[in-house]
Structures are given as structure tokens and as C-alpha cells.
């Protein structure tokens, strides 16, 4: 059974910062794809950012390329999303999941996922 926990949500003033985490039991980071995935009221979920397991492999959705940067500990079986910079428009829960591919962008190659955390910017 694997298990995902994420943290560090909250409520930011436009222009700040916050630090998303994801701890993994079940499923160790380094054999996994991990990724996360955003979800506004009323929209579908879309991709944030993604990282593969086996390097320094990453990637990232347009608008939060150059502001958002995901990591991961292997040691601590972690996965962060650091947010810079944020946006009104970055309002969401935030998911974090696991994939057994080594790297993805579908969420539909998704297997496990986190309850979510909100992440609220005020203008």
C-alpha cells in the first residue's frame, strides 16, 4: 500500500512564497516517478511539474516555469514543490502522486495520489 501525505499549504499574499511537501511510505521516491497536479474550483486538475526518478529529469507547466521548482530526498522519501512568486491564479489544492514510470506528465499515468493541500493567494 503506498501513501502519500502533503503539507505546507496555506494562505500567501500575491508575490510569495510557500513550500509543498510530499512524504511517500509504501513506494521509495527513487524507484518512482512523482509529480504534482493542481485542482481550481469549478476547472479540471492539470499537471504542475513532474521529476523522475532515476536523475535530475524535470519538467514543468508553462506558467509556473521559472517560478516553481520540484525536488526530491530520496533519503527522507520526500518530493517538495517549491512556489516562488505566486500568483493569484495558482489558487488550488495541490495533489501530490506516484507513478511507476519513470517520468510523466498524465495524470492518467498516475497511480497513487495524496488527500491534497490548499494553497490560497490573496491579490
Known amino acids: 500500500q503506498v501513501q502519500l501525505v502533503e503539507s505546507g499549504g496555506g494562505l500567501v499574499q500575491a508575490g510569495g512564497s510557500l513550500r509543498l511537501s510530499c512524504a511517500a511510505s509504501?513506494?521509495?521516491?527513487?524507484?518512482?516517478?512523482m509529480g504534482w497536479f493542481r485542482q481550481a474550483p469549478g476547472k479540471e486538475r492539470e499537471f504542475v511539474a513532474a521529476?523522475?526518478?532515476?536523475?535530475?529529469?524535470?519538467s514543468y507547466k508553462n506558467s509556473v516555469n521559472g517560478r516553481f521548482t520540484i525536488s526530491r530526498d530520496s533519503a527522507k522519501n520526500t518530493v517538495y514543490l517549491k512556489m516562488n512568486s505566486l500568483k493569484p491564479e495558482d489558487t488550488a489544492v495541490y495533489y501530490c502522486?506516484?507513478?511507476?514510470?519513470?517520468?510523466?506528465?498524465?495524470?492518467?499515468?498516475?497511480?497513487?495520489w495524496g488527500q491534497g493541500t490548499q494553497v490560497t493567494v490573496s491579490s
Open positions: 521529476i523522475s526518478w532515476s536523475g535530475p529529469i524535470s
Open positions: 509504501g513506494r521509495t521516491v527513487r524507484s518512482s516517478g
Open positions: 502522486a506516484s507513478t511507476p514510470k519513470q517520468f510523466s506528465q498524465l495524470g492518467s499515468e498516475y497511480d497513487y
